[in-house]
Structures are given as C-alpha cells and as structure tokens.
C-alpha cells in the first residue's frame, strides 16, 4: 500500500466511534473478540465488519489461537497519521499565541487604565 | 455537535487524498476555489463537493466576497483529532524502544562474540 492509500484507509477506519472505542479497549491489552462485542450491545457479525476494517488499515492484528483468536492493537498507522496532522500544528498552536498576545495586550491596557494606589 | 461526531466528521474528512491536498494547499495561505480546482483536474462541482465536505467537518472556512469565495484553513478540529491519536503515543514509542532494546542485545552479542585483538 502506498503511504497515500494507508492514511486513506487510516482516517476511514477512525471515522466511526465504534472502531475508537475498539482501539480504546486494545490499549488496555489484547482482548478477544467475544468480550469487544460485549459493550457495544452489537451482533458479532457486527462487529466482524468493524474488525475488518481496523484489520485492513494495520490498526489492529488477529491471533491465530483458535477459541478465542484475540486481537491487539498495532500503532504504526496511528503514528502515520500523527505525523500528517503535525504539520498542522503551527496553525492551532498559532492561534493559541495569538490569543494569549491579545490577553497581554488587554491586561497591559488595563493595568494603564487602574487607578495608582 | 458532540465531540465525537466532530471526530468522526474530521477523520471522514481525512480519509481522501484531494481533501488532503487541498488542505495542504491552503496551508500556505487563503486560495479562491477556481485555484484549488486546477491541480486536480477535477471539475469544480467535484471540487466543491470536496469542500463542503471540509467545511462541514469545520477544517476549511469560506469568504463571502462576492467574486472568489476564498478559502482559509481551519485547525481546530486538526488539533481535536492530533488529541485523540496523541493518547496511543506509548504504543508506537514503546514500540521503537523495544527495538532500541533488541537492537542493543543484537549489538552486545555481536561484541561478546567478536574475535579480540
């Protein structure tokens, strides 16, 4: 996969609250299947299909141990897509300066304006 | 909208490479629409259909001003997003320091078992 369709198949798979709430659930250790269907009161082909998405963008990995196949969480595209939003940090961060300059701004004129004691 | 709607409507948004590149593009400053158009390729009803796509998920606003409607990036839905994948960071760094890690016992090995001289 090229590094463009990785990030497509990425974002797509973060899209859905009910694939973020799977990763939530893997960061805390690998988990089976049958227990990840538990909270989200969904059927398990259900879940089946979200499994298969976060499995074709890398963000999760199946076991092989027949019952209970658990799956984990696998970061790699997770870091790939941190490092395309990065570089868009300058622009909140940005704003956040200048919000703070124009806090300065204000207290400076207001400590102009106090009454000297 | 509740943040995770927010979220998904950002992560959807980021899931197409001309999205992508349109906000690549306005990165470097406020564009009217017909310039954004013309590197893709794209008709500009496709193009505005990108669009409306970015400014639903709050990342591109656009000016009235009657002629160009220029678009402007948008970053705090950017930030929101860097947030939510900023908390799987120790997966993807531990994994790098588990690398580090081997990699050294690769290298004391290899020094165990050079011939001195």
Redesign the interface.
């Known amino acids: 996969m090229l590094a463009?369709e990785r990030?497509?198949?990425t974002?797509?798979a973060?899209?859905?609250?009910t694939r973020?709430a799977i990763?939530?659930r893997l960061?805390a250790g690998e988990t089976p299947v049958t227990e990840l269907a538990r909270p989200f009161r969904m059927s398990l082909p259900a879940i089946s299909k979200h499994l298969k998405v976060l499995q074709r963008a890398g963000l999760i990995a199946r076991g092989r141990r027949a019952q209970w196949r658990p799956c984990t969480?696998e970061?790699?595209p997770?870091?790939e897509?941190?490092d395309?939003?990065?570089?868009?940090?300058r622009?909140?961060e940005?704003?956040f300066d200048r919000l703070e300059e124009y806090l300065h701004q204000l207290q400076s004129k207001e400590n102009k304006n106090a009454p000297r004691k």
Chains 1, 2 share one sequence.
């Open positions: 463009a990030l497509n198949a974002f797509a973060l899209a859905d609250p973020r990763l939530a960061a969480l970061a790699a997770l870091k897509a941190n395309w939003i990065a570089h868009y940090r622009f909140w940005g704003s």
